[in-house]
Nanobody
């Protein structure tokens, strides 16, 4: 049973920074794609950023220039460094992993950007 556990969420002021981390366990296989999605109240879950095993990244427009995704294949971890945070970044951030055609999700971590 693959488990993804996020950490690093919290309350931050506008313009501040936050780093999210996610650890995957329960699999002997390397995870093909890891990434972060978010869901704000009343909105659908949306892509933030993904990263493949080889390091190829994909960012949503809202994340470009402000967020950086990285991963450690040996440790099966993925991180999201967020800077210049805005109130509209407030959401639950979910870690995502895909092995072949199977998707896995973490429970989510709350990020609140407010003064």
């Amino acid at each position: 049973q693959v488990q993804l556990v996020e950490s690093g969420g919290g309350l931050v002021q506008p313009g501040g920074s936050l780093r999210l981390s996610c650890v995957a366990s329960g699999t002997l296989f390397s995870i093909d794609v890891m990434g972060w999605y978010r869901q704000a109240p009343g909105k659908q879950r949306e892509l933030v950023a993904t990263i493949g095993k080889g390091g190829k990244t994909n960012y949503a427009e809202v994340a470009k220039g402000r967020f950086t995704i990285s991963r450690d294949n040996a440790e099966n971890t993925v991180s999201l460094q967020m800077s210049s945070l805005k109130p509209e970044d407030t959401a639950i951030y979910y870690c995502h992993g895909r092995i072949s055609i199977v998707n896995y999700w973490g429970e989510g971590t709350q990020v609140t950007v407010s003064s």
